[in-house]
């Protein structure tokens, strides 16, 4: 939950689903729909369905019992070297490392290591460096039995307090003596930048068809971003300032004299900029479309049952308590 996430904003997430999914069993026999709407307005939403996915493999192939073993963690569904590392190390304290954006800045800063640190060779050599010290942490936790689970929060949070992007303060660090950018003056050229990941634009033309008082919805393919989730019907438009209506009108079958602008929606994900207008229009009883045919007719009191995107959801509730 809290990956990209503020900890306040994830704390009602957290609360709300600890209340209705306590543990592995009650998650493996929760309705795909209502872990969706739990995590509606978080986004990533293929964490909440591997979540899912992987307490039903859990429940199948593991007794209900979390895995312990390395291996078996990493084959769980959604789980990469990264978070059965941490799963490994910190819950379980195994000499297992991990490697995340506060830790790339403390490693690079502290060895001095120059170059793209996503490139392969140098991110293999850091996973190495990490690997390495908590080898050193397992020796030590002969004497203290969480020193792997210690040394890998520790990382982190030496990262995320002291070792911080900008104004790191070195002079507070208990690595300062053995940090090699530290002792070269050198602290701001670690970590290398790496190369901005261009932005995309999406434009899109929606529709709030209403049709004897119901209103039209799509449920999004699973393998798609934002998977499972609910929308209303839509034509991808060219990026640019072309007309909107006229697309989706073709695309509706429905005359856009009909339709109604209600705004523009715009938000990102990840690196992708998304505009979508949205248009009202009321449909006849006798009218039939494709998108009819792939959606679900639903009251206003249900639409609030779905899971909508987080940006999709609060333009909901503001823009639709009149009727269309
Ligand atoms: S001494 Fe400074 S640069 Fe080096 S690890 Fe500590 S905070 Fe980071």
Same mark, same amino acid.
């Given at each position: 939950?809290?990956?990209?996430?503020?900890?306040?904003?994830?704390?009602?997430?957290?609360?709300?689903?600890?209340?209705?999914?306590?543990?592995?069993?009650?998650?493996?026999?929760?309705?795909? +729909?209502?872990?969706?709407?739990?995590?509606?307005?978080?986004?990533?939403?293929?964490?909440?369905?591997?979540?899912?996915?992987?307490?039903?493999?859990?429940?199948?192939?593991?007794?209900?019992?979390?895995?312990?073993?390395?291996?078996?963690?990493?084959?769980?569904?959604?789980?990469?070297?990264?978070?059965?590392?941490?799963?490994? %190390?910190?819950?379980?304290?195994?000499?297992?490392?991990?490697?995340?954006?506060?830790?790339?800045? =403390?490693?690079?800063?502290?060895?001095?290591?120059?170059?793209?640190?996503? %490139?392969?060779?140098?991110?293999?050599?850091?996973?190495?460096?990490? +690997?390495?010290?908590?080898?050193?942490?397992?020796?030590?936790?002969?004497?203290?039995?969480?020193?792997?689970?210690?040394?890998?929060?520790?990382?982190?949070?030496?990262?995320?307090?002291?070792?911080?992007?900008?104004?790191?303060?070195?002079?507070?660090?208990?690595?300062?003596?053995?940090?090699?950018?530290?002792?070269?003056?050198?602290?701001?050229?670690?970590?290398?930048?790496?190369?901005? =990941?261009?932005?995309?634009?999406?434009?899109?033309?929606?529709?709030?068809?209403?049709?004897?008082?119901?209103?039209? =919805?799509?449920?999004?393919?699973?393998?798609?971003?934002?998977?499972?989730?609910?929308?209303?019907?839509?034509? +991808?438009?060219?990026?640019?300032?072309?007309?909107?209506?006229?697309?989706?009108?073709?695309?509706?079958?429905? %005359?856009?004299?009909?339709?109604?602008?209600?705004?523009?929606?715009?938000? %990102?994900?990840?690196?992708?900029?998304?505009?979508?207008?949205?248009?009202?229009?009321?449909?006849?009883?006798?009218?039939?479309?494709?998108?009819?045919?792939?959606?679900?007719?639903?009251?206003?009191?249900?639409?609030?049952?779905?899971?909508?995107?987080?940006?999709?959801?609060?333009?909901?509730?503001?823009?639709?308590?009149?009727?269309?």
């Amino acid at each position: 939950m809290l990956q990209q996430t503020q900890v306040k904003t994830v704390i009602p997430y957290w609360e709300r689903w600890m209340h209705q999914l306590p543990d592995i069993r009650a998650l493996a026999a929760a309705a795909d +729909e209502s872990v969706l709407k739990l995590w509606e307005g978080l986004g990533y939403y293929s964490r909440a369905r591997n979540l899912l996915r992987a307490a039903r493999e859990i429940m199948t192939c593991h007794d209900g019992r979390f895995p312990e073993e390395f291996d078996q963690v990493l084959q769980l569904p959604g789980i990469g070297r990264y978070t059965a590392g941490a799963i490994c %190390s910190i819950a379980f304290n195994q000499p297992r490392p991990i490697v995340d954006g506060n830790i790339i800045r =403390v490693l690079t800063r502290y060895f001095a290591v120059a170059g793209d640190p996503k %490139s392969r060779d140098i991110n293999a050599d850091l996973w190495r460096r990490a +690997e390495a010290w908590v080898q050193a942490a397992a020796v030590v936790g002969r004497l203290n039995g969480r020193a792997c689970s210690d040394l890998n929060q520790a990382m982190m949070e030496l990262g995320a307090t002291l070792c911080t992007p900008t104004g790191p303060r070195c002079g507070d660090c208990p690595l300062r003596t053995g940090c090699a950018a530290f002792g070269s003056g050198r602290v701001d050229r670690f970590p290398e930048r790496t190369r901005r =990941v261009t932005t995309i634009s999406l434009r899109y033309a929606m529709a709030i068809v209403e049709k004897s008082g119901k209103i039209l =919805v799509q449920q999004r393919a699973t393998d798609a971003v934002n998977g499972g989730l609910w929308e209303f019907p839509h034509v +991808e438009l060219a990026v640019g300032n072309g007309g909107a209506a006229e697309p989706l009108a073709q695309w509706l079958r429905i %005359s856009s004299d009909e339709f109604r602008a209600l705004g523009i929606l715009r938000h %990102s994900i990840t690196h992708h900029r998304i505009t979508q207008e949205i248009f009202a229009v009321q449909a006849g009883k006798r009218w039939r479309c494709a998108a009819e045919k792939a959606g679900r007719w639903v009251t206003r009191q249900e639409l609030d049952t779905l899971a909508l995107t987080g940006p999709l959801r609060r333009w909901v509730d503001r823009r639709l308590d009149a009727p269309i």
